[in-house]
């Protein structure tokens, strides 16, 4: 099982007025450590788009809040992923503070024709990166 970690520190910016990370920024780190997870197979969002036309867009989240972040916290995201489809990619992504899970989401994303708006196949070299969690 292949998991990628990703660190993320919460600012001032992250939170409400009482220093707790607002729930809209959660989807932001989730964000981050996917790209940067694609970025170390080798794989450039902007490169894609570049080369293949083809950008990974969010098709579905389904995001659980157990427990929430505060102001400095030093957090990690932990990414997998699921499955790989065709046109699609499904993660499983797990905000962590130490060992307590303070959030999860299952994200799938879709690869689509940015002039078309339409699915296409991920590209082969992308799919052969990915290591399946079973």
Request: with cysteine.
């Amino acid at each position: 099982m292949s998991i990628f970690q990703f660190p993320v520190r919460v600012y001032y910016e992250d939170t409400d007025a009482g220093g707790v990370v607002y729930h809209a920024r959660y989807l932001h780190f989730f964000e981050r450590a996917r790209t940067e997870y694609l970025r170390t197979l080798g794989f450039s969002q902007q490169n894609l788009l570049s080369e293949n036309q083809i950008a990974f867009v969010v098709k579905s989240m389904q995001i659980e809040y157990c427990v929430p972040a505060k102001l400095d916290d030093l957090l990690v995201v932990e990414t997998c992923v699921d499955t790989v489809k065709g046109a699609s990619i499904v993660f499983s992504q797990i905000l962590k503070r130490d060992k307590e899970i303070l959030s999860e989401a299952i994200v799938k994303v879709a690869s689509v024709d940015l002039i078309k708006m339409k699915p296409v196949p991920i590209p082969k070299e992308v799919k052969a990166g990915f290591k399946i969690n079973k």
